[in-house]
């Protein structure tokens, strides 16, 4: 907003530049940039220097889901072997447990419980303590890192890992897969679905706050549900006595006769 004061913003001023800026980029990216001025303008409000923020009640735009891409079993059986040491690690820990990257790459051995086998997150996107459970696949690697330092995915000088986009493009060049480090979590969140683990359950597992962000997996748990009701439709699928008749109809049919 150039040299405005703080004072001098009002909500048509807000409105022209969301106009103006979604001709450029998508609703999610304008919310973010808004609901950072909401906040600059809140903390004005809590020092004394505004009187009320002027955009308070600014409603934000609907975002889109958008399309939720996920491994197959075979996909992400290749991309795990297509990886190499830690990275390997890592990427097991993402599809075992739906974390998200940084809360993978800054996790400490503090919250890993191997006698009650489950995480403990206390950095989340949301700031609120979430508890993952650990499978045998995760009990096992986790017994078998080497405690470098307090982080679990260390360095060879005990520092964690701040980028790993070169091992993460090598790796899905060899695997031939191609997705984002982030899909591991749709992945996670997809094959639980598939398995008829409810939307509540992979909410908590995922920690979101709202259930509309799992609705996506909905439709995977339905289509499941579907092939499984499928399997059943030759044995059911009309009377004995209808199908009886209806070949023998065919077979006089056949043979000419009326």
Known sequence: FGNRRLNAIHSFHVE?????????????????????????????????????????NFKMYKESIGVTTFLSEEEAQRLIAACRGTFQWIVITALHTGMRKNEILTLCWSQVDLKKNFLTLTRTKNGEIRYIPLDRTLRKLFAEIPRRSEFVFAKENGKPYSWIGRAWKNALAEAGV???????????????????????????LLGHKSMKMVQRYAHLSD?????????????????????????????FSKSGCK
């Open 16 to 56: 022209s530049y969301r106009v103006q800026r979604k001709e450029f980029v998508k609703p999610a990216t304008i919310n973010r940039e808004v609901a950072l001025l909401k906040r600059i303008l809140n903390l004005a409000v809590e020092w004394g220097v505004l009187a009320s923020n002027p955009i308070s």
């Open 178 to 204: 191609n997705c984002r480090f982030h899909d591991l979590r749709h992945t996670f969140a997809s094959h639980l679905a598939m398995k008829s683990v409810d939307l509540y359950t992979i909410k908590e």
């Open 223 to 251: 289509e499941h549900k579907r092939r499984a009701i499928e399997a059943l439709d030759h044995v059911f699928s009309e009377p004995l006595g209808t199908k009886l008749a209806h070949e023998v109809e065919m077979a």
